[in-house]
């Protein structure tokens, strides 16, 4: 079907939106209608021709072979499809016997609909189409919308037919069939104001995607192939992969068996998908319905090839429950074995962020693969993401940990970044991520990046977002930088400025870096004060209402029995300062027993205060020790933490302070060699990991600030000690390393790996534009007035 007939046939049914529907709906109502009336009338056109033959089977089943229920394999035999429908009835007859009674046809239309086979029953409920039919029929426009689906205006058949006017109308393609449902979707959801085209992907994207898919294993494809798309929508990636490889004009032609499966959580976009795929004579039933996320669905399958174009931006919350209990991950699709620094393998978490699920799909493909030893091509992933699944979380989270479990697995081949605008729905930059299991010796190790974020022509009218498309050509070039695997340079056009596509080729470490924390001494100076021990009363996290408790009632709150007639006061007070706590926190606060623990702790505080004094010291050490001395004298018990509270309490940092030791080591010369084998320095370095040798022998380590504390994200090529040494060191000469604390991370920033820096202009050429607009804006103005250059130098 040619452009002018694809417009004219949306045109023509849009139309009938607005002539039938206009009183019955509001507006944003109208696809609930329209798009399953069009599935509808396009299996009615397909099943038109081999009506007869299927009611003939149907005869012979029940009258010849009296069966009480009919074998599918005839009917489809008989029908040409995969469906059938047993009824008497076609739309066109529905129609022609059709009165100005709606209950009538209601009727027919109903028998009609219960004769379709249950792959069609199946869409037809997931559009709620009888819902549909009732209600118009109800406010008396199912006639209407009928015979407005039944024009010979209009053709939804796969063959060339003439209008009463003599006018060829062509046949519309499987292909065709696909924009109708993908145009009439954008102009619904964007008279909904809802996201245009959230359901697919623009068809040049998916032609680039196919061939990149295909073309590097074009002469080893195999016999039987398998495609997977976790996120189908209306399944315009699933069959436009089968049509690229099995087009028989085209550059693979292959003869082999295509095999497509999909899901979509979307009812709507699930039927639309289910019946395209009826249509063409694939199987419907490897089109499931549902999350992708919550339930896994092809468990025991694995893929040769997946495309996908998963949602992003978009919340999982909803499956979490699926997929985590508590923190920990339940679905082994989202865990993956890791290495940490020191070599041992640990299995972690591979989720991202709530809020966005995109890469949860990724890692669903990543699941699916098959391995080399049962298929030598495995298999090849083709993936739509945004900017963020390339470099956001830090190394250690579950977006860096996908990351690094793909590119250290050597899965990753290449990421392309597209231009903006390419997409109906986000103007935002948009990437392929192009997966493999089996990659060809000269891409080993490596990963090839293409910046072909300026290859795009643009549109004479804007498509949502979509303001720009891939011309042949574009596509063609970005799959000649693919397959050649060379570096390219951006080019430059007469002004300068960047033109055509970029590539670089990374080894799979370049991407990687080590996070690790750098710690400086704790120095602090201590005094005992009243003011200081105050706050010990309360619980630290809850210290805004305790305080308000004991403003209002003071020593009552130690009576038992008190607390508990203050829930709903201090519930109310929460409310209105705009506190919320939660049962666990009303709880503790009304916990008499937690009350007196902490007036426990304040009273050994002062009786600290009485037996230490409230001299300052730059000396928290000796202090410390003080403090130990009088609990231990005095029999005064305190646990760990509470004794911590109080030393916190009455100590602050402070640059000119001594430092605070943490331990006092006695190492042998054994331990000490072992020690810097671990760390991967000479003994004598190893101050630079927080070991300081004394005079005396011994070995210091002091407690760490935190307040001071620091993190840097260190190259995995480079070395952590001399990247200390040089970038750390000269400017912080007392941090050290806290080698237990390194996370591996991995990041990718195109615009890191792609900026071109563009000089300033000269001041010259500056002052000279500016005089030029000063003299033309002077002779504009002149020209304004109708001053002739005699009167503006009289006026000057």
């Known amino acids: 079907m040619n452009h002018a007939a694809h417009n004219k046939l949306i045109s023509f049914i849009w139309s009938i939106a607005d002539d039938c529907l206009r009183d019955v709906y509001v507006r944003g109502k109208y696809r609930d209608v329209i798009l399953p009336m069009v599935v509808l009338r396009r299996l009615d056109t397909l099943l038109e021709p081999t009506k007869e033959a299927v009611l003939e089977e149907v005869r012979f089943q029940r009258d010849e072979m009296k069966a009480t229920e009919l074998d599918d394999a005839p009917l489809t035999a008989a029908s040409g499809y995969v469906f059938y429908n047993t009824s008497k009835w076609t739309l066109k007859q529905l129609y022609a016997t059709a009165t100005n009674n709606q209950q009538i046809l209601l009727a027919n239309i109903e028998e009609y609909l219960r004769g379709f086979s249950d792959n069609v029953k199946e869409i037809i409920t997931r559009f709620k189409l009888l819902d549909q039919m009732r209600h118009m029929a109800d406010k008396q426009v199912l006639l209407d919308v009928l015979e407005k689906f039944i024009s010979p205006y209009i053709n939804l058949s796969p063959h060339d037919v003439e209008d009463p006017d003599g006018n060829?109308?062509?046949?519309?393609?499987?292909?065709?069939?696909?924009?109708?449902f993908e145009e009439?979707?954008?102009?619904?959801?964007?008279?909904?104001?809802?996201?245009?085209?959230?359901?697919?992907?623009?068809?040049?994207?998916?032609?680039?995607?196919?061939?990149?898919?295909?073309?590097?294993?074009?002469?080893?494809?195999p016999p039987v192939m398998t495609i997977y798309d976790p996120a189908c929508g209306s399944g315009g990636m699933l069959t436009e992969a089968q049509n690229y490889i099995k087009d028989p004009e085209g550059p693979i032609a292959a003869r082999g068996d295509v095999y497509l499966y999909g899901k979509e959580i979307n009812d709507e976009t699930y039927a639309i998908c289910k019946s395209d795929m009826m249509i063409k004579g694939n199987n419907p039933e490897n089109i499931k319905v549902g999350s992708t996320l919550a339930t896994d669905e092809f468990a025991g399958q694995r893929f040769d090839f997946m495309l996908s174009n998963p949602p992003y931006g978009k919340s999982w919350k909803s499956d979490l429950k699926h997929i985590k209990d508590g923190n920990d991950v339940i679905d082994p699709r989202f865990q993956v074995e890791l290495t940490d620094y020191w070599g041992n393998v640990e299995t972690h978490d591979?989720?991202?962020?709530?809020?966005?699920?995109?890469l949860l799909f990724l890692m669903e493909m990543v699941s699916k693969m098959k391995p080399t030893e049962s298929s030598p091509i495995g298999s090849r992933i083709a993936s739509v993401h945004n900017g963020s699944s390339l470099f956001t979380g830090d190394a250690g989270s579950g977006e860096s940990n996908i990351r690094r479990f793909i590119i250290e697995n050597d899965m990753l081949d290449t990421i392309i970044q597209l231009p903006n605008n390419l997409f109906y729905n986000t103007g935002i930059t948009t990437y392929i991520w192009l997966?493999?299991?089996?990659?060809?010796?000269?891409?080993?190790?490596?990963?090839?990046?293409?910046?072909?974020?300026?290859?795009?022509?643009?549109?004479?009218?804007?498509?949502?977002?979509?303001?720009?498309?891939?011309?042949?050509?574009?596509?063609?070039?970005?799959v000649r930088a693919y397959l050649g695997f060379l570096p390219i340079e951006r080019q430059l056009d007469a002004n300068g400025d960047p033109t055509g596509i970029a590539v670089k080729i990374f080894d799979n470490a370049d991407f990687g870096y080590y996070k690790v924390t750098i710690e400086r001494p704790d120095r602090r100076r201590a005094r005992f004060s009243?003011?200081?021990?105050?706050p010990l009363r309360f619980d630290k996290s809850l210290r805004e209402p305790m305080e308000w408790l004991w403003a209002e009632h003071g020593e009552k709150v130690y009576e038992p029995g008190f607390l508990k007639t203050q829930a709903k006061p201090v519930r109310d007070w929460a409310e209105e300062q705009g506190l919320t706590l939660n049962a666990k926190q009303r709880a503790k606060l009304t916990d008499t027993a937690l009350w007196l623990r902490l007036r426990g702790v304040l009273e050994a505080g002062h009786r600290l205060m009485e037996e230490i004094g409230t001299e300052e010291t730059a000396d928290f050490n000796a202090f410390r020790e003080s403090v130990a001395k009088v609990l231990k004298a005095r029999k005064i018990k305190l646990s760990a933490t509470e004794r911590n509270a109080i030393l916190n309490a009455v100590s602050w940092y402070d640059e000119t302070a001594e430092k605070v030791i943490a331990?006092?080591?006695?190492?042998?010369?054994?331990?000490?060699?072992?020690?810097?084998t671990r760390l991967g320095c000479a003994i004598g370095d190893l101050g630079d990991f927080g070991f300081y040798a004394q005079p005396d022998g011994s070995w210091l380590s002091y407690e760490p600030s935190t307040d001071l504390r620091d993190s840097e994200s260190v190259p995995l090529k480079d070395s952590i000690h001399r990247y200390f040494r040089a970038e750390v060191q000269p400017h912080v000469p007392e941090a050290w390393i806290n080698l237990d604390s390194v996370k591996i991370g991995y990041e990718i920033s195109f615009n890191k790996y792609f900026y071109r820096h563009k000089p300033l202009r000269s001041l010259e050429e500056v002052t000279r534009d500016i005089l030029e607009l000063e003299e033309k804006a002077d002779g504009l103005i002149a020209d304004i007035l109708g001053m002739t250059p005699g009167a503006r130098e009289a006026a000057q």
Do not use: W
């Not at 959801?189 to 990149?212: C, D, K, Y």
């Not at 331990?663 to 810097?676: I, P, V």
């Open 168 to 180: 060829v109308m062509p046949g519309l393609s499987n292909l065709g069939m696909g924009y109708v």
């Open 184 to 221: 009439l979707i954008r102009k619904f959801n964007e008279e909904n104001n809802e996201e245009a085209g959230e359901h697919f992907t623009p068809r040049e994207v998916i032609h680039l995607m196919t061939h990149l898919i295909f073309d590097p294993i074009s002469d080893r494809l």
């Open 350 to 358: 591979a989720t991202p962020r709530s809020s966005d699920g995109q």
């Open 435 to 478: 997966l493999t299991n089996a990659k060809p010796e000269a891409r080993r190790g490596r990963v090839q990046l293409i910046d072909a974020n300026l290859m795009f022509r643009k549109l004479r009218k804007n498509l949502g977002d979509k303001n720009c498309e891939f011309a042949p050509e574009h596509i063609a070039e970005i």
């Open 530 to 534: 009243a003011e200081a021990l105050a």
């Open 663 to 676: 331990k006092r080591h006695r190492f042998t010369q054994a331990e000490l060699e072992a020690l810097a």
